[in-house]
């Protein structure tokens, strides 16, 4: 720590204060960053905020940044867990348990399933190239659209309290915890690393077959390699998208500008210092790699933003300083595009929020490359409307594409995928997601504005996203297994790549 924080001094503060100071000289009226200023002014809730080391995003905030309709539920809505044992009416029992040595109680098995599959390898990946408002093959020419999925195994158990505001009727919790090797590990585990080879290589095999071509991350620590992993990731034609942000160390605080990118914090240091030093680390190590399709600047900043908008201007400044930080590297490093990822903060907003982070302010560096939006508001099966039993315009896609087509950078979900209403599911997890909504973004309907859609998330875990359970989730569940959800979400993707 200490000594990545002496490397960081060479960090470009001054440029910051005086590129802040200059933010309200935009002409341009799409840099509407007095609007986001004026509107953060009006939220500022506390005067003379002081942001000391108490206002270092904890890991509870950043659990809670993701996804966003999490929060409300917090209080746990005392759901009626009843007795795990209580066999009433088991629907879908086809076997004896098994004897466990231990005398707690024992679930049915999960429905039987083929073995993981071993996708065939792929021998060269072309870098992804921004051109105009796509993503382009950098040697084929073609148009790339990213099939994702958000990757982020926690190691985690089953937990009764799991998924307070996932509610289904009925339910009755038979699920038994089982014991993942090694227990849970903390939000910033650097699960792409070396040491977690034995279940990353498992998972790119099973996200390469389910039809995905990109995969995206959330916790990298600069201070290991993932030569590994990106190898193992291009060989299974996985393109990958990178945090630049850390969350101990090297994170973007949501304090207003230009604290954010300023602030001296005791113990701590300048966290635009940090945030840049940590930042160039990552750049560093995945720009050698073709498969690196984008690097993330921040995600869903505004979350974690007391003050409204008040910390936007900071990532641009990340950009600008990363961008400059890619240009002096020369041709010794390949311009792997920026991008912000939003939460869905609604119609309007959002739609500001990118065209100020997509301007180029001050000069072109600020910009970010590419935009991402963290969409979940697809929850039903089907809208129907003006007399079709499907349409389109009477879903909540048609007003992001209202918001969204003129952006003039390629424009991704960077997650999606409801998990209420119509969807939901609980442990052990049959059925739910359907994934309506993949027709539309890769078909006419949206096709031409998206560049990618990013299904959250991979595994398991509170928030009840899952695709998958990692090895040990649930008792008598010793490798990974892949839920409906993920077969679903198999067959959206391959309906469209058949076209
Ligand atoms: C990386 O991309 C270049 C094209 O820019 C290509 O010539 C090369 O073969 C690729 N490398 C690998 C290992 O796929």
Redesign the pocket.
Known sequence: MTVLRLLALAAAVSALEQHLEEDNECASEQCALEALQRRAARQRQIPGFDAGVGELPSEDDIMNTVPDHEEADEDDEAEEHEDEASDADEQDQHAEEPNTPHDGPTMAPLPSRPPLPRPETV?????IIVRGNFLYD??TGDRFFAKGVAYNPRNEKYDHSFGPSVVVDGWVDKCVPGHPVGGEWTYTEDVISDKHEKMWSVDLQAIADMGANTVRLYNVDPQNSHKKFMEKA?SLGLYVIVPLNGKDWGFLPAFPSPDCYTQEIDGYGNVGVNALSFAKQIVKEFSQY?NTLLLTVANELAQNDKNGWAAFPCVKALTRDVHRYQASCGSTMRRVPLIYSDVDMGAGDRGQVAAYLTCAMDSEDDAVDVYGLNVYSWCDEKYPGAGKEDNFQYSPYYEIKKDFKDTSVPFLFTEFGCNLGQFATKCPYPDGRQWPEVKHLMGHDMGEMMSGAIAFQWSMDKEEYGLTLSPNFLQGQPELYLLDNYYNLKKALGLRSKR
């Open positions: 021998r060269t990946v072309n870098p950098s040697v291009h073709n």
